[in-house]
């Protein structure tokens, strides 16, 4: 899709399943299942979208999935696919080489959210999977992540990011970066501490909070998992501030709906694509948008 001055790719690394109480919070599963049915396992289909931005000799690489290190009882935990199209694949298919990718930014570091950050080398290390980029991390991100708590410790793997300070590809920032013109990372905290989303400006540097075009979208990232998380109460129980997390939406949700933001859901499965329309005062929801 074109963004402006943006050419937009939204690629994949797959299906995976996460409990879907757990993905919902303290919605009432009565409510959740009629949107997010869920297997016998209890689990909702999650997708793990990532978003290639090219812009003129740059292209960046929002997020990289789960990544392909699991053993097989990490795969049948989360219901991955073994037959599934994977990140590497999904690039190359979409017509871009691994070599291209200039930039990696990532949202936080969640193993479902920077699997492929690295690939193990012929000697067995992980090293940088692409090896032409600079990868852009939030500093409290990775400072968290290097010292989790107890709640979170099992969703870090020092393996997606550790290799990434050895090689030297690292671009550090503190609540707000620019990796490229029209690319900007917000933190959003919510889902953790220093979790970002991000801002695409599609036009010739007019902010993405002010302006009101059709040239600005958003990568919600873990803000607003999938389409069912639009409303503010639906927040996930996984989310270290769920009160953060709800301020953070009425902040940035009518800021996407009067600017018509594309607005792309990193965890969405089936309508992964969509703008937010205010169906009642202070009640959003997300339109599908078609992709070409």
């Keep these: 899709m074109k963004l402006g001055s943006l050419q937009l790719t939204l690629v994949n690394d797959g299906i995976f399943r996460l409990d879907g109480g757990s993905m919902f919070g303290a919605v009432p599963r009565t409510l959740w299942e009629k949107v997010k049915p869920a297997d016998d396992h ?9 978003l290639l931005v090219e812009r003129g000799s740059d292209l960046l690489l929002i997020d990289t999935g789960i990544g392909g290190r699991g053993d097989a009882r990490f795969r049948k935990m989360f219901g991955l696919d073994e037959h599934a199209e994977r990140l590497p694949a999904a690039i190359h298919n979409a017509g871009y080489a691994i070599g291209d990718v200039t930039h990696v930014l990532l949202t936080h570091l969640h193993f479902d959210h920077c699997g492929w950050n690295t690939l193990d080398n012929a000697a067995g290390h992980p090293a940088p999977t692409f090896p032409n980029a600079r990868y852009w991390l939030e500093r409290g991100e990775v400072e968290h992540a290097r010292h989790p708590n107890p709640r979170d410790r099992s969703s870090y793997d020092p393996r997606n990011w550790e290799p990434l300070f050895e090689a030297g590809v690292v671009e550090l920032f503190d609540d707000q970066a620019e990796p490229i013109p029209g690319v900007e990372a917000r933190k959003a905290p919510g889902h953790n501490a220093d ?13 993405s909070t002010e302006a009101t075009t059709d040239t600005n979208a958003v990568w919600w990232a873990d803000l607003v998992p999938t389409v ?11 989310d270290l501030f769920p009160v953060t997390t709800m301020e953070n939406k009425r902040k940035w949700l009518p800021k996407a709906a009067a600017g018509n933001w594309l607005c792309f859901f990193g965890h969405e499965a089936d309508e992964p694509i969509g703008r937010l329309v205010e169906s009642k005062p202070g009640r959003y929801a997300a339109i599908p948008v078609a992709t070409p």
Aim: contains cysteine; aromatic residues 10%.
């Design 42 to 50: 209890h689990r909702i289909r999650m997708a793990t979208n990532s």
């Design 195 to 207: 979790m970002c989303i991000v801002l695409l400006d599609g036009g010739d540097g007019q902010s």
């Design 228 to 238: 069912a998380h639009v409303p503010y109460p639906w927040i996930m129980g996984f």
